[in-house]
């Protein structure tokens, strides 16, 4: 493992290089714009765990309490703003040829920084999908003005989230499946690597052949498997990444 601040010169040759970029982030990278991570004693709500109400369970059993704490959710997040870790992102979709994000992350920032190739592996707290129809929509009113929220054809809506006990969308994990063995570099932000899907992707873009660099707060279980891990905070080393790979 490399635990550097900058980018080592294979590094930087490879992102420069690079036709087709992925990259993978968790949340790490919104927690430097102030998102809570609902875990632990932080993550309680009327002293339920997240785990207690991101079911399909919890949704059948008391769908208004489900949604209550997904409208105070939002609210939380409703001021938050793009950092920087979010905008270097945003800048690279439109600098490289082929360019994917997939994200485990449901805020929104990325969407709000720019980015419009992606994938979102876990959803979207500000969509909602019809229970009737599946059809899926935006709705970023906040606070909801009736909980839990009707589709217009009158049925109920739910989250467009990924719940505890959820397989993920078929499409999406697949388009993430082709990415990360298509990609000639792959960045790693904010990811604990651990939560699959999504931590075996890297793994997948170095056995078919990409530089995968990790960026995060601390050591991960693939730290030693990729190519360099790059320790501190998300927003700062994308911005001398992008620095250095751009003023060569």
């Keep these: 493992m490399v635990s550097v601040y900058h980018l080592m010169n294979s590094g930087k040759d490879a992102l420069i290089s690079a036709k087709n970029v992925v990259v993978l982030t968790g949340a790490g990278i919104s927690a430097e714009s102030g998102v809570p991570t609902f875990r632990g004693e932080d993550g309680l709500w009327r002293n339920f765990r997240a785990e207690e109400l991101a079911t399909p369970e919890a949704f059948e059993s008391n769908p208004k309490l489900v949604w209550e704490w997904y409208d105070w959710r939002r609210q939380l997040l409703k001021p938050l703003k793009p950092n920087k870790g979010h905008e270097v992102i945003a800048r690279f979709e439109k600098r490289f040829p082929e ?35 599946g059809k899926v929509t935006d709705n970023f009113e906040t606070p909801l003005s009736k909980i839990p929220p009707s589709c217009e054809c009158g049925a109920m809506l739910r ?3 990924v719940w505890f006990g959820e397989s993920l969308p078929y499409d999406a994990i697949q388009q993430a499946y082709k990415a990360a063995n298509e990609c000639d570099v792959m960045l790693v932000v904010g990811t604990s690597a651990v939560v699959q899907p999504a931590a075996s992707l890297p793994l997948i873009a170095k056995e078919h052949g990409a530089y995968v660099i990790e960026v995060n707060a601390e050591e991960t279980p693939i730290s030693d498997v990729v190519n360099e891990s790059l320790i501190g905070k998300a927003g700062e080393i994308l911005s001398e990444i992008e620095r250095l790979i751009w003023s060569t």
């Design 99 to 133: 360019f994917l994000l997939i994200t485990q992350n449901v805020d929104g920032l990325h969407q709000k920084a720019g980015n419009k190739k992606m994938v979102e592996l876990h959803g979207n707290i500000w969509k909602v999908r019809c229970l009737r129809d």
């Design 159 to 161: 989250p467009h989230i």
